[in-house]
């Protein structure tokens, strides 16, 4: 499974670079080699791009935006139209299109059966209006086999050229030339076991303790709160189980191969009242949580699964990693109590040690 | 929910055979009944991790020194402003504590004292413990010199010519009076840094329950705790003295160690076994004056009194070593974790806070070790002295005639011993021949050993009286373990109890499942196989090479601290320790899951018939 010009493996080895991979790209390798997985798979790079778009159709595509008036509508609906039908029907070179098919057969070969796929795009910053506007047009889920993935390649390449994007270039002076995009192909999350976990106490705080929310199935139950999770917290530093409750987890959402689409279930009484996590997993959550927040250098919110299609050991991956937002301003400085404690005797104040023996803890 | 309380001192049975057993102990260590309405209102807690067997009645002189001079220091010495000292009793047999607390009105004036006190020797630690070293060490110095001499016939010649006016029985009656006194002068000096090591534990522990709420009780510990300390260096000797025996190839002489002076021969003779015997006899002193009881007992046995202790340890080490084990403790691993954990908690800290965390931490990890290594000078070394002094004095007194049995003397309280001796040196001087103790003292011995037996047959109860409500008392939860939750997990009032699940604390973190080998008493470690769980009312530290091939230990009772906690964390094994009852419910044999990080222990199954080579299934009588 390697790497080469045109494709690059999250666990492939190589620095990250946003020129190649593009953002969303770039991030996934970057945080497979921080010790964070998370869904394997696959960049297309822009070099592919590149290739796929030399050879003249660059100047075709060129000939239907000139003079376009970024206030007509229907122009630009029209020649956006006509652009993504240039990119979508024309054949890949066949060096790109056998590397390209090689690459699925080194992912699928990781899972026991041939598994479903996603398809997103992977712009370099400059050329979309904003990450979220690329992100809604353009990933693909559930898709199985590789004309499929292909195919949905291609339409990465041609949602450079939706009217909006072209739209935005014009009115933000941003010239066509040089114009890129990467294709990430990733794995679809097989959740057997999902939730998220926080570094820090969200009732206080205390960034000492990591917390994990796990239920059976797709972690959107849940985030969206319709499951009672198993609810664990562990020392941040040792990751000794501090409290654990054993939620009731009536529910799962799992894929349903017949129809691609997430089925919720009721979960049978023997899984319901059992910890959904073993020891050893409920460590690499957090192992993975720490480092989320030692890579971010903020207190983090994951999302995490257990992928069912991935053997023991490889299949905890990281959905998602964003900063807490609630608590993280705050450190867990102490309430600190009276006297100066740069004491003479060179140890810890005598007054403060009085304060702490006579204080009854619990 | 109504509070349950334990049993009071008069509803707990007396075992058949034991009536009067109050008469074999001192009247101020039994409750009495003109005090009974004050005794009921306090809380007692039984002692069986110092003391799990029954008081002979000279053998309540370590539990009084110890538990006195504990108090002293409380009360009288440091004034602890919340804290006085604990009053104790004997109550069949076993020894029950109820701490002493201060009137919540004085604490305020005892403030000054007390920081004054600690302050003195905080401020100077390193130069105040090497006194108390010489100081120590002096006072077994001078024990070692005292014997006990049968009384010369007639009075030397030269004793009339140097005016000396003495029969020298006032040597035998001083030889005896200063054993005790320099046994109770260590018992003072083991005090003086003892509290001082708690003090500062549980100044840290506080600021860290403060900084990061519900911190593990086990990170704290294992951030103060020394790594390489003295009290592991007896059994550190062992190994070094089974990795020589493989590489001078002496291995073959280790099969009879039971033989032990075959045995020592046997090496002597062998090439390069000289060298192995100077490294043998080097560590005797002092590192061999080691019991594998716990120095409160006179049946403890000491290694340099039993020398097939300590070769049944070192064949025991050579045969792992030869199987291809590592039998070196991992310290180097040990100590990288522990600056991890310190280094990882001191990153989630502010600048300021930070640096009061570490001030305390160094205070406490510079304090704290006195708190295991002391017991080896005194538990150990000074007890193992006056043990074998004690020994010494009923061997004479029995081939005086007063003793049929050098046993006998363990019948006899200190101070009845006193008037034995007094009786023997009157009669002796009188020209009168055989002392009174002769024929008056049989039928008492006789009858005390039946109650002593008897009282063996009942387990003592946990607690006495009603609890209150919460335990407070820093030193009661800290050394015993003695914690609210765990009185009430003892009341049978633990709300998430299941069945066939013990709890305790989480001493030492792992989880192993693996057979029960429940140890009662000492002298039943040679039972334990490798790969058991051992289960005991306690352990003693110098179990140490039983450590080497257990799972995981479970105890009765012992806190974070306890001597069964800290050795496992040093052999890196899961421990569960205060568990109360473990040593009592749980049969060898029996299939165990001992969780050591959530501290619970999981009988799977019951006691199933070993047999086999190297399976004991015999009952633990003792």
Known sequence: MSNNDFIEFFDGGLAPTLDSLGGKGASLVTMTAAGMPVPPGFVVNTAAFRAFMGAGLDQAINEHLAQLDPEDIQAVDQASAAIRELITSRPVPAELSEVTRQAYADL???????????????????????????????????????????????????????????????????????????????????????????????????????????????????????????????????????????????????????????????????????????????????????????????????????????????????????????????????????????????????SSITASLTKITG | MTMKSFPKPSDLPVPAGAEGWEEIYPYYLVFQDELKEEEDAKFWFCDSSHWPTVFKPFETIGGEFAVKCLGQYNARHLLIPNANGIEFRVHLGYLYMSPIPVPEDQIAARVPEFEARIGHYFGDWENK????????????????????????????????????????????????????????????????????????????????????????????????????????????????????????????????????????????????????????????????????????????????????????????????????????????????????????????????????????????????????????????????????????????????????????LLYLGRNEVRDVLFDLVTNFGVGAGTPIAAVALPKKIAKRRLIVDALKTARPAPALNTPPEVITEPFTRMLWGITTEQVQSWLGNDEDAEENVLKGMAASPGLVEGHARVVMHADDLSSVQAGEILVAPITAPSWGPIFGKIKATVTDIGGMMSHAAIVCREYDLPAVTGTGSASTTIKTGDLLRVDGTKGTVQILSNMELVSGPGAHSHAHQH
Not at chain 1, 303 to 329: F, Y
């Open chain 1, 108 to 350: 699928q070969s990781r899972f026991e059966s041939e598994a479903p796929l996603a398809v997103r795009s992977s712009a370099t910053a400059e050329d979309l209006p904003d990450a979220s506007f690329a992100g809604q047009q353009d990933t693909y889920l559930w898709l199985n086999g590789y004309p499929a993935v292909a195919e949905h390649i291609r339409a990465c390449w041609a949602s450079l050229y939706t009217s909006r994007a072209i739209i935005y270039r014009i009115k933000n002076n941003i010239p066509d030339e040089g114009l890129c995009m990467a294709v990430v192909v990733q794995k679809m999350v097989n959740a057997r076991v999902a939730g998220v976990a926080m570094t820090l106490d969200p009732t206080n705080g205390d960034r000492s303790k990591i917390t994990v929310d796990a239920s059976w199935g797709v972690g959107e139950m849940v985030v969206s709160g319709t499951v009672t999770p198993d609810n664990i917290q562990l020392d941040k530093v040792t990751l000794a189980v501090i409290t654990e409750h054993i939620g009731d987890k009536h529910a799962e959402l799992i894929p349903d191969p017949a129809t691609n689409c997430l089925v919720e279930r009721e979960v049978e009484p023997q899984r319901r009242n059992v910890l959904c996590l073993t020891s050893s997993e409920l460590e690499a959550v957090a192992q993975m949580a720490k480092r989320a927040e030692k890579h971010y250098k903020s207190p983090q919110d994951i999302e995490w699964a257990l992928d069912a299609d991935l053997p023991d050991g490889q299949n905890l991956l990281l959905l998602q990693s964003r900063p807490e937002t609630v608590h993280s301003s705050t450190t867990a400085a102490p309430k600190l109590g009276a006297g100066g404690y740069a004491s003479s005797l060179g140890y810890g104040s005598v």
């Open chain 2, 129 to 408: 413990l090497a006194a108390w070293h010489d100081k120590v060490k002096g006072t077994i110095a001078d024990m070692e010199q005292i014997s006990f001499d049968p009384l010369p016939e007639i009075v030397p010649f030269e004793d009339i010519t140097n005016g000396v006016g003495k029969d020298g029985s006032e040597i035998l009656l001083d030889n005896y009076d200063r054993l005790i006194s320099l046994t109770y002068q260590n018992w003072q000096y083991h005090f003086e840094f003892l509290n001082l090591g708690y003090i500062a534990y549980l100044d840290f522990f506080n600021f860290c329950k403060e900084v990061f709420p519900n911190i593990p009780d086990l990170s704290i510990a294992t951030m103060v705790q020394g790594v390489d300390m003295e009290l592991f260096r007896p059994d550190d000797e062992l190994k070094s003295l089974a990795l020589l025996a493989v590489e001078l190839d002496l291995v073959q002489h280790f099969s009879r160690t039971d033989d032990p002076a075959a045995t020592l021969a046997a090496i002597a003779a062998a090439p390069g076994g000289e060298r192995w015997i100077k490294q043998w006899e080097e560590a005797h002193e002092p590192w061999f004056n080691f019991t594998i009881g716990n120095g409160f007992y006179a049946h403890d046995k000491y290694w340099n009194e039993h020398p097939e202790i300590p070769l049944g340890f070192i064949a025991d080490y050579v045969s792992r070593v030869q199987d291809g084990a590592q039998i070196l403790r991992p310290t180097q691993k040990l100590i990288a974790e522990k600056q991890r954990i310190v280094e990882e908690y001191t990153e989630l800290l502010d600048d300021e806070a930070a640096a009061i965390f570490e001030a305390k931490r160094s205070l406490a990890a510079t304090a704290y070790p006195y708190v295991e290594n002391h017991n080896f000078y005194i538990e150990h070394w000074t007890m193992g002295v006056f043990w074998r002094k004690v020994r010494e004095l009923s061997t004479m007194l029995t081939e005086a005639g007063v003793f049929q049995d050098p046993e006998d």
